[in-house]
Structures are given as C-alpha cells and as structure tokens.
C-alpha cells in the first residue's frame, strides 16, 4: 500500500494486487484500488483495472531501427555507454533520428 497525506485531515491510498502475469505474451494485469480518506472516513473509492504490456530490450532495439532510427545504444543506469548487467534498475535507450 502506498499512501499520500493530501492536507492535515486527507489521506490518499492505493493498494494493488498482484500482477496476473502472461509471459507468452508478455502482459500482465493488476488491480489498482485508490481511496480518499477525509478524517479517518472513506470518502471515495476507485477501482481499475492496469494492464501493461513489456518490451524486451532486443525488440525496442529492432523497433527503433525499423523506425528508420540509426546509432542506436542501451545503457544501464542512465549511464551512457556503461554496458547492461541485471543489476542495473534502468536501461537507457539513445538512437539518432532519421535527417
């Protein structure tokens, strides 16, 4: 759960469940419940529905080059030209555009 205080007397919540996973397919689906809570009492509640879809970094590559992108590099952790490791948190992509 994730909360956030909007004023002395509002609270923001959110809570999500755990992702359904489609590795084939490489999606997955999670519900999110957002709440709003004014002086300890349920003010409004939201619940959607959050569907993601990933990328491999082979096919961004690919799809960057295909999109008439040149040069294109993957750095890990921001740092440019720093090659990936799994440890990194971030994969940074940089490709020149087509003139």
């Known amino acids: 759960m994730r909360r956030w205080q909007h004023s002395e007397r509002e ?3 959110l809570t999500g469940s755990p992702p359904e996973i489609d590795y084939v397919h ?6 999110l419940r957002y709440e709003h809570w ?3 009492a349920l ?3 939201e619940i959607d529905l959050f569907h993601l879809r990933w990328w491999g970094i082979n096919e961004l590559t690919l ?3 295909d999109a008439g ?3 294109v590099s993957v750095s890990g952790d921001y740092r440019t030209g ?4 799994n440890e990194d948190l971030v ?3 940089e490709a020149q555009r087509p003139l």
């Open 63 to 65: 799809a960057l080059k």
């Open 69 to 71: 992108f040149h040069n």
């Open 38 to 40: 004014k002086d300890g």
């Open 26 to 31: 490489q999606t997955s689906l999670s519900i």
């Open 91 to 93: 994969f940074s992509f």
């Open 82 to 85: 720093k090659p990936l490791t």
């Open 43 to 45: 003010v409004a509640t």
């Open 11 to 13: 609270l923001l919540t």
